[in-house]
């Protein structure tokens, strides 16, 4: 996907738009889950010159150096990259530049137990994640996708990432025919009993439940179709984490080709265009040897439950990384932490809501932001977001700077506002906030939109962000 280009097109935008968008779909049709968007991002990472390190190993023996570039997984779930600045003392000169975003995603997972069988029907049992629209689920081919651990040896174990990548399963809907006037008029879904998803047909043959070894908690054929993927026997498959999702990709859709929708944009949309942006900045090196920060990105997951995890925002991962990697190149001691915390600077990047044609009366009358019309700062009183008057400031003098459009995003009064990473690490870390994001439509459904110059958009931004904050910011007393 890193290297897809559009060709032939009737495109009238800028070319670079719609390779961006291209690109970024490219990286959300081949991450169905947080496991598999990290694991993408390190690649990428990796071929632009980026080092894996482990946070089991020290980091103090050299590891780390003026001008490296590095990236490391936790759970394999969440990741994080930086590059450090060629200048960086680690003692209060300079501090962390960081994009912060979410790699999950609202979602059906298998449960531990998901055998089922009802009236001739194999069924898988599943449990949603997150807040979705459960209703865009119905109706859908959807594959399986995730993480297992496979038997090796009598003392061998491996995990090993699985993506089946073809129609497996559906949820149907009930004919309108069997249906009340009750029932039509309003949507109900009994998320326990409607949302269990068709695999096959019982058959005797393929389903033995005496098969020998197999893991009686799921019907045989699903373990036998994991098997077969995977290169290994039915009962070498000891455990296993999978969710479902949307087999379609994503697409670039409209008269001019103006919007992509795709599953997944929130927020694996800032997923890519961060790294992108900070791959890009890995280049630079004349900016890189001047450099007096550490330029940093941290996708984290399980922004969509809470974030209260050892893999979440609200866990350490943040944290360790500024103490771990200041305490690399300076003292490791708590003045030095706090020095350079109060030098940093994080921007929290989750999606928008863009203005609905159709549902105009939803959106603030001065505050409605629209596709293609560039990133959305998003502000709230009650802290739902962490912009204040400085980070707000700070973000809009980057654009400004970039030549590129931002727009004002606050919700209405009468409505529920949601939230995101930024009020939670502000509050854990100290760090100076400000929370923006892409514009989308249909947030939290099987399938959603944004426009395609949003993405470029966003990029430039985080890529100015990289190369002129600590300019900026020596500029504000």
């Not at 962390?96 to 089922?116: E, M, N, Q, W, Y």
């Not at 470029?456 to 962000?465: A, G, K, P, T």
């Amino acid at each position: 996907w890193c290297n897809v280009q559009c060709k032939n097109s009737v495109f009238i935008m800028a070319d670079v738009d719609k390779d961006y968008a291209v690109k970024a779909l490219g990286l959300i049709d081949a991450s169905p889950t947080p496991y598999h968007m990290c694991a993408e991002t390190g690649a990428a990472l990796t071929a632009k010159g980026f080092t894996e390190i482990k946070e089991g190993d020290s980091w103090k023996d050299g590891t780390l150096k003026p001008g490296g570039k590095y990236w490391y997984t936790r759970n394999g779930t969440t990741l994080v990259g930086f590059v450090v600045g060629g200048k960086f003392d680690g003692k209060g000169s300079g501090g962390f530049k960081i994009v912060g975003a979410h790699t999950d995603s609202p979602v059906l997972k298998v449960k531990p137990v998901s055998k089922r069988t009802a009236h001739g029907y194999l069924q898988v049992g599943v449990e949603t994640y997150g807040g979705g629209l459960w209703h865009t689920w119905f109706d859908r081919e959807l594959s399986l996708a995730g993480k297992v651990i496979v038997k090796i040896s009598d003392t061998e174990y491996q995990t090993k990432l699985v993506n089946m990548k073809r129609p497996l399963c559906r949820v149907p809907n009930l004919c309108i025919h069997l249906q009340n006037a009750e029932e039509r008029a309003s949507f109900k879904i009994n998320k326990e009993n409607h949302l269990t998803a068709v695999l096959g047909l019982v058959s005797k043959e393929l389903n033995d439940e005496s098969a020998d070894g197999i893991d009686d908690r799921h019907v045989p054929e699903l373990m036998r179709v994991l098997a077969k993927e995977l290169g290994c026997e039915p009962s070498a498959i000891k455990d296993l984490d999978l969710l479902m999702y949307d087999v379609q990709p994503g697409q670039l859709w409209g008269a001019n080709e103006e919007f992509l929708s795709s599953p997944r944009l929130d927020n694996q949309i800032h997923c890519f265009t961060s790294m992108t942006a900070l791959a890009d900045y890995g280049d630079k090196s004349d900016l890189i040897s001047e450099d007096v920060d550490v330029s940093m990105i941290a996708l984290f997951d399980h922004e969509e439950v809470g974030s209260v995890s050892a893999s979440g925002a609200c866990g350490p991962v943040v944290k360790e990384a500024v103490s771990r990697i200041t305490g690399a190149f300076g003292p490791s001691d708590e003045e030095a932490y706090a020095r350079v915390v109060q030098k940093s600077f994080l921007i929290s990047a989750d999606v928008a809501h863009a203005i609905h044609p159709n549902y105009a009366s939803k959106h603030e009358e001065n505050h409605r932001v629209k596709l293609n019309g560039g990133t959305a700062i998003k502000t709230n009183s009650n802290q739902r977001y962490a912009t204040n008057l400085v980070t707000g400031f700070f973000c809009r003098e980057l654009a400004a700077k970039a030549k590129i459009p931002v727009q004002e995003f606050i919700v209405r009064q009468d409505c529920g506002c949601g939230s995101t990473i930024g009020p939670l690490l502000s509050g854990k870390t100290g760090l100076r906030t400000v929370d923006v994001g892409v514009p989308s439509l249909s947030m939290h459904s099987i399938r959603e939109t944004m426009g395609v110059k949003d993405v470029q958009n966003s990029i430039v931004l985080f890529q100015y962000f990289f190369e002129t904050f600590r300019q900026l910011d020596n500029s504000l007393s």
